[in-house]
Nanobody, 124 residues
Framework: QVQLVESGGGLVQAGDSLRLSCAASGRTFRRYTMGWFRQTPGKEREFVAGISWSGGSTLYADSVKGRFSISRDNAKNPMYLQMNSLKPEDTAVYFC?????????????????WGQGTQVTVSS
């Protein structure tokens, strides 16, 4: 069993930066492909970014490419999402997720474990 806890969300202005963290329990964290998703009321949860178990491969949604950066530190456990040049449309609840697969997945049903989410609000 893996438990994920997100942190780092908050209220910022457009153009600001935030760094989200995802802490995972369990010694097998390094085996998991990890991802960040986001969700706004009335909409489906959407893929934001993913990273392979080694950190050597990453994948981004077109909407965040060039602005967001995903990383992980398997020695210290957390995973990060550095968000720069934030826009009001980035406002959402952000979730981290873990997947035992080896390829970076972009669909929610491909992930095995989820955190509770952290709110990010970007004002204009």
């Amino acid at each position: 069993q893996v438990q994920l806890v997100e942190s780092g969300g908050g209220l910022v202005q457009a153009g600001d930066s935030l760094r989200l963290s995802c802490a995972a329990s369990g010694r097998t964290f390094r085996r998991y492909t990890m991802g960040w998703f986001r969700q706004t009321p009335g909409k489906e949860r959407e893929f934001v970014a993913g990273i392979s178990w080694s950190g050597g491969s990453t994948l981004y949604a077109d909407s965040v490419k060039g602005r967001f950066s995903i990383s992980r530190d398997n020695a210290k456990n957390p995973m990060y999402l550095q968000m720069n040049s934030l826009k009001p449309e980035d406002t959402a609840v952000y979730f981290c997720a873990a997947d035992l697969g080896t390829m970076i997945a972009t669909k929610t049903n491909q992930y095995d474990y989820w955190g509770q989410g952290t709110q990010v609000t970007v004002s204009s």
